[in-house]
């Protein structure tokens, strides 16, 4: 045998050694670890994921949109699979809105193979992400909610998390019809972490759609009313809500400082709430046509009683006096609730008593939640009557020692615009185009009563009225003003207050009832100076746009 054929076979039997390495050791990883590698290799190229549903839409009563979910991805990383942590950190900074030394930091940790680089990218932005073609990044599909209209409602409407639940507002309250079913898929990617099969396993299922009954041009327009309100009296908040008070319909719920909806984080806590549902304030004189009413009703006055009423009156250890120094007079029960005399309407509640008269706080809604579907609504504060000392008949009259909420003011006052129905306030006007069914008023004083008391508000705007200087041409108004001292530490304050107006038109027959709160405004202090104003504001382009017929 020559050396090149001995040289020949030694190689045949290297080969035919190496051959049977390979084959043993591919036994072994095929056969012993082959489980446990085939495990490892779909965990990191086979995931089921979760698709969520787009939310559903919301739009006012006339299909204007004012929530919608559109496309948006999360971007991820795995950090053991980025090569060049600061070019990678450079090239998405500007796309994902971080600065390009923090996207290195999480880019480079080295200790985990999963990390959250932006939430809810828009859809365009996400598309350049995965034009850059980088290994170790991967888009995770989500939805993104955003508000087309920006400001307008923003605390009514509310907020959604990242994980597409609501936080507040009728986004929380409405999650269950709004949120939808979410979708599985099944996504395979190759070594670089790319994808190269999606299935869908399980479709997504939409939201359902929520029609409101707001307004969008006569919600604009409140809250314009309520930022020149802002800039011009410096008040801690101020709160407005109109209403058809036939119906009960929302037309418009608007709260100062305005919020802008997509940039939610950037709006103080105390903004971010909807005051005019959750917010309690001592309503002052508006709460004196319920002292009147029940008065009425019970038939202990007429709106042509005469008082002859002293400049003060006093209750148990308490001197109430009128907002202004006046002489005695002699006023009629027309005459007290069109000047707001203190001592007028703490002279009919005496005459009407500590019973009837809690009995009519009650009746009107005044203690509880009103029944509406606005999101939060608060209680107010109202004591029982056994919680009434001596002097609770000389300040619960006249609005003062208890609390109530917008929504419940207007709420009451839709009583006597609607001939003495009572009915629950509502928002929401249809859930995925089926009309939601209008819940039955129930009657609280009489159709004669609800008209007396009207007439007798007219007056309020009239000649001698506390708003005389508030009109609509063509139009006749009826409404009442509020001025209270805000309470602090179990007394009043003497300098901050809370003012308000209530007002309602065409007077005869109203379709369209507004009110404005403004909590401590600065320089002027009175319902009749600051609130009836923004009132007739709202009025004058709410009447002709809803095409009411002027009176």
């Given at each position: ?365 005044f203690g509880s939640s009103t029944g509406s579907d606005v999101p939060g609504e608060a209680a107010g504060i109202v004591p029982k009557l056994a919680q009434y000392s001596g002097s609770s008949m000389g300040n619960l009259p ?84 509020g001025t209270a001292n805000v309470a602090i530490n179990g007394g009043y304050s003497q300098s901050l207050y809370v003012s308000s107006f209530v007002g309602m038109a065409p007077a005869i027959d109203p379709r369209l009832l ?38």
């Amino acid at each position: 045998m020559t050396a090149i054929e001995r040289r020949i076979g030694l190689l045949f039997v290297l080969f035919i050694a190496l051959l049977a390495v390979g084959g043993i050791r591919a036994a072994y990883f095929g056969a012993v670890r082959g489980p446990t590698l085939r495990r490892v290799a779909a965990s990191q190229q086979v995931s089921v994921v979760s698709v969520p549903a787009p939310r559903g839409t919301i739009t006012d009563r006339n299909g204007v949109q004012l929530a919608v979910s559109e496309p948006a991805d999360s971007l991820v990383a795995d950090p053991y699979l980025i090569k060049d942590p600061v070019n990678t950190g450079r090239l998405i900074a500007p796309l994902v809105g971080k600065p390009a030394d923090q996207l290195v930091n999480e880019l480079a940790r080295a200790h985990t193979g999963f990390v959250y680089i932006a939430r809810q990218l828009p859809d365009d932005r996400a598309r350049r992400v995965q034009g850059l073609g980088i290994a170790g990044l991967s888009l995770i599909p989500e939805m993104r909610r955003t508000y087309p209209q920006d400001w307008l409602a923003s605390q009514l409407l509310g907020t959604v998390g990242t994980d597409g639940s609501g936080l507040s507002g009728l986004e929380w309250s409405q999650d269950g019809s709004l949120r939808g079913h979410a979708g599985v898929r099944r996504v395979v990617k190759d070594a670089l972490g790319q994808a190269i099969s999606v299935q869908d396993l399980h479709p997504t299922r939409p939201g359902h759609s929520l029609q409101l009954t707001i307004d969008a041009n006569i919600e604009s327009k409140t809250e314009q009313v309520l930022q020149q309100i802002g800039a011009t009296y410096r008040p801690k908040r101020a709160s407005a809500i109109v209403m058809n008070p036939h119906s009960g319909e929302i037309l418009a719920l608007a709260n100062w400082p305005l919020v802008n909806a997509n940039d939610i984080g950037g709006a103080p806590p105390a903004a971010r709430q909807n005051g005019a549902a959750v917010d309690s304030y001592e309503p002052g004189s508006t709460f004196k046509s319920f002292t009147v009413a029940g008065a009425l009703e019970d038939r202990v006055v007429t709106p042509q009683t005469s008082f002859d009423l002293a400049p003060s009156i006093q209750v148990a250890d308490r001197v109430i006096h009128d907002a202004e120094n006046r002489p005695a007079v002699t006023l009629s029960t027309a005459r007290i609730l069109a000047q707001s005399s203190n001592v007028g309407a703490i002279t009919i509640g005496l005459r009407e008593g500590a019973s009837p008269f809690s009995s009519w706080v009650r009746r009107f809604g005044f203690g509880s939640s009103t029944g509406s579907d606005v999101p939060g609504e608060a209680a107010g504060i109202v004591p029982k009557l056994a919680q009434y000392s001596g002097s609770s008949m000389g300040n619960l009259p006249i609005g003062q020692g208890l609390a109530v909420t917008p929504l419940q003011m207007i709420t009451a006052y839709a009583a006597i615009a609607d001939g003495g129905l009572l009915r629950a306030a509502h928002v929401v006007a249809a859930v995925n185009g089926h009309r939601v069914a209008a819940r039955p008023g129930r009657r609280v004083i009489s159709p004669a009563t609800a008209a007396s008391l009207r007439s007798m508000l007219q007056g309020v705007l009239a000649p001698g009225g506390t708003a005389s200087q508030v009109s609509v041409p063509g139009y006749q108004l009826a409404g009442k003003t509020g001025t209270a001292n805000v309470a602090i530490n179990g007394g009043y304050s003497q300098s901050l207050y809370v003012s308000s107006f209530v007002g309602m038109a065409p007077a005869i027959d109203p379709r369209l009832l507004a009110l404005v709160v403004v909590d401590e405004p600065q320089g002027s202090i009175y319902g009749g100076t600051v609130a009836a104003p923004a009132f007739g504001q709202i009025a004058a382009f709410a009447l002709p746009y809803l095409r009411i017929a002027p009176s």
